[in-house]
């Protein structure tokens, strides 16, 4: 009963890599630089084996896709991220040559499903038993949260400090009154700062 609670969690954190990846495909320059930057930080607060410098957000995924490795094939993401950067050394000249010839799209695609990867490593490292929703990753990066304010928000919310990550629902008015009262106090000194 405990090992499948525990295999359903880790299938839902890896699981979720790819619908956060396609979410973040879907939005304008803006915001998606945005989560982009705010990636690029999480990076850094990754443990040294997760980490993926941002000149091989599109190898990363790009070889992810074309050696077959599915996030969801693995027992976490560390596992993931640790074989496909394995496979990123092994790519052959026609591959190497694909890459280099990759459309806009396809770059934002591969990217996009890096960045996703990123954040639910980040999680995993947090002892996170969940993913991080793409909600979580848009609203933090439309208030301008910084790496450290985002990895206090994530421990906040897995100690139940927070009812919940999803900024961008606060954002839109789509939480319930308690839920929106706490995380109005919970986001009121950022969002002061914004102005």
């Known amino acids: 009963m405990v090992f499948g609670l525990i ?3 880790i299938s839902g954190v890896v ?3 790819s619908a956060i990846g396609s979410s973040i495909l879907g939005l304008g320059v803006g915001p998606f630089l945005g989560i982009v930057n705010l990636a690029i ?3 850094k607060l990754l443990s040294p084996k997760n980490q993926i410098e941002p000149r091989d957000y599109e190898r990363f995924s790009y070889t992810a896709n074309i ?3 599915k996030p969801e094939n693995y027992e976490d993401v560390s596992s993931y991220i640790s074989d496909v950067k394995n496979s990123m050394k092994e790519l052959t000249p026609e591959e190497e040559q694909k890459l280099g010839n990759l459309s806009e799209t396809e ?3 591969y990217k996009s499903n890096t960045i996703a990867t990123i954040f639910q490593a980040f999680g995993e490292e947090l002892g996170l ?3 991080i929703s793409f909600g979580a990753i848009k609203g933090a990066a439309e208030i301008k949260m910084n ?3 985002f990895k206090k928000m994530v421990e906040d919310y897995k100690n139940n400090k927070i009812p919940t990550m999803d900024v961008d629902a606060y954002l839109d008015n789509k939480l319930d009154a308690d839920d929106d009262v706490a995380m109005y106090d919970y986001l009121k000194e950022k969002l002061d700062k914004m102005g």
């Open 15 to 17: 699981g979720a890599i």
């Open 107 to 109: 770059k934002k695609r």
């Open 147 to 149: 790496p450290t304010e």
């Open 67 to 69: 050696k077959d490795k």
């Open 41 to 43: 930080g999480i990076a």
């Open 7 to 9: 295999a359903s969690a």
């Open 129 to 131: 038993k969940e993913p």
